[in-house]
């Protein structure tokens, strides 16, 4: 049986609202409503939604930059939210971030070489040649030539600063690394490259990602499994092929829906169109979060929940949180 590198399970991340003379607390933002997931050696999680659907606060709580508000986090089957001070410095080698902006995430005053150099620095890693040695390595794996190690981040274009952000990502040898959507910030032209690159890298350094977007195009070149987000909770979860085959949850395949296709002929496409916003993750609506949108919600979705679980018809890995999953499964009623 394999084991999972990464298991994620009852997540919760809170944050409070604040208001009044005293600064009390009058509410929460529920970013994080009790997610579960896990993640084998080697594979591609790709987790994706809207924005706002608190994506990018699961990678932050996943590696303790967020403090969790409950739920379990075990990495190599140690809980991370219970190992010691000295054992979290171990645990940040081994998992590690690449950042949506790669221009925020770049200390503007340093050269590619300080920002290179820092991680070996603080983990007192190698001699100052072996370090040297190291980033120029990094470099040429990320398809970079030497001359910039003396150049500042401005001095690079999008897809060049992201290069610099997943050489430093790889630099310490990591086991796992939260890709927060790494390519929405680039050129179309540009995001095939690093995609590219990722898969490139994960080959060679047997490398295993959790790979945050809000474009499932993007996500089904990369990733093994897909759990799709909304409003803070998962709404599907299934292997890619299986997902794409087979979507059944009325946001995934509206989702799908929205993919751009070369054929513009309306007949061989539809697309759902949503009414309303997303609603408030301050005020998330009782019984399943999607029922305000969803165009087949009918009276228990506005009052009961839904379990994300196995539905009949459906293989063991693929879960669905739907009341009315079945009779899509049997095609009694159609999304589209």
Known sequence: MEISLLEVKNLKKYFPIRGGVFWKEIGKIYAVDDVSFSINNGETLGLVGESGCGKTTVGRTLINLYKPTSGEVYFEGNNIYKIRKNELRILRRNIQLIFQDPFESLNPRHTINTILEEPFLIHKIGSHNERKEKIRELLNQVGLTEDSLN?????????????????????????????????????????????????????????????????LAVVKHVSDKIAVMYLGKIAEYAATDDFYKNPV????????????????????????????????????????????????????????????????????????????????????????
Do not use: M, W
């Open 151 to 215: 150049r500042f981040p401005h001095e690079f274009s999008g897809g060049q600063r992201q290069r610099i952000g997943i050489a430093r990502a790889i630099s310490l040898n990591p086991k796992l690394i939260i890709c927060d959507e790494p390519v929405s910030a680039l050129d179309v032209s540009v995001q095939s490259q690093i995609l590219n690159l990722l898969l490139e890298l994960q080959e060679k350094l047997n490398l295993t990602y959790l790979f945050i977007a809000h474009d």
């Open 249 to 336: 949850h009325p946001y995934s395949q509206l989702l799908i829906s929205a993919i751009p296709v070369p054929d513009p002929d309306p007949d061989k496409k539809k697309r759902i169109i949503l009414k309303g916003d997303v609603p408030s993750p301050a005020n998330p609506p009782r019984g399943c979060k999607f029922h305000t949108r969803c165009p087949i919600a009918f009276d228990l979705c506005r009052i009961e929940e839904p379990l994300l679980e196995r539905k009949q018809l459906l293989s063991n890995k693929h879960l669905v949180a739907c009341h009315r999953s079945k009779e899509i499964l049997e095609k009694k009623i159609k999304v589209i």
